[in-house]
């Protein structure tokens, strides 16, 4: 069955806005990382999608000319957070986030930033494994709800303080699959 359509004021973000600004974030990436290696770390599971294309966008070293482009690896984490009304959000790291990161230069990928507190939690525990840089890349970014300060270096799209949904992000596991990103009409 295909996906189910949501109307059309619904969309936030279409496909194609979403690919055009992928291409740019990729092209951008590409410069600043040429003829270096990248570990591409993705924050699962809703950066999968965001992580697929930014990969792909971002100029690949080929066997036969390996002096050029970005040596790329592919890296994730899975980490779940706990929101407490009357306290911060606390954060956990669920898998991964060990390997091959040591005196490596480590772009997060992450699908959106809201309140901080993830990107905090990541950043803080990456710093222990003693990389040679982190840099984050977000696809959005919802300044709105920050609770704690984070730096940003790569960001897709600043939104509005409403929760979306698709293109990876999800609302109680659905929406995943959706190929752009729309707001979740309240109920
Ligand atoms: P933070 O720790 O508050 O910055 O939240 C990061 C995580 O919250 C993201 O990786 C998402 O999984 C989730 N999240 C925050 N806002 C949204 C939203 O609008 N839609 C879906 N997930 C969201």
């Known amino acids: 069955m295909p996906a189910t359509k949501p109307p059309p004021e619904s969309v936030l973000i279409s496909e194609s806005c979403l690919q055009h600004r992928i291409r740019e974030l990729g092209a951008q990436i590409s410069i600043d990382y040429e003829n270096q290696e990248l570990v591409l770390l993705g924050v699962l599971r809703g950066s999968v999608l965001f992580f697929a294309d930014l990969a792909r966008a ?9 002096d050029c482009g970005v040596q790329v690896r592919f890296e994730f984490v899975q980490l779940m957070s706990y929101h407490e009304s009357t306290k911060p959000s606390k954060v956990q790291l669920i898998r991964g986030g060990s390997n091959y990161l040591e005196h490596r230069h480590i772009l997060i990928v992450e699908d959106i930033v809201d309140t901080g507190h993830t990107l905090k939690f990541l950043r803080e525990h990456l710093e222990t494994l003693n990389p040679k840089t982190v840099k984050v890349c977000t696809l959005l970014d919802k300044p709105a709800q920050r609770q704690v300060p984070v730096a940003i270096d790569y960001i897709g799209f600043e939104i509005p303080d409403a929760f979306v949904v698709g293109y990876g992000l999800d609302y109680a596991q659905q929406y995943r699959n959706l190929p752009y990103i729309a707001l979740l009409e309240s109920t």
């Not at 971002?58 to 066997?63: G, K, L, R």
Request: proline share 22%; net charge negative; glycine share 0%.
């Open 58 to 66: 971002i100029s690949a070293t080929h066997p036969s000319d390996p």
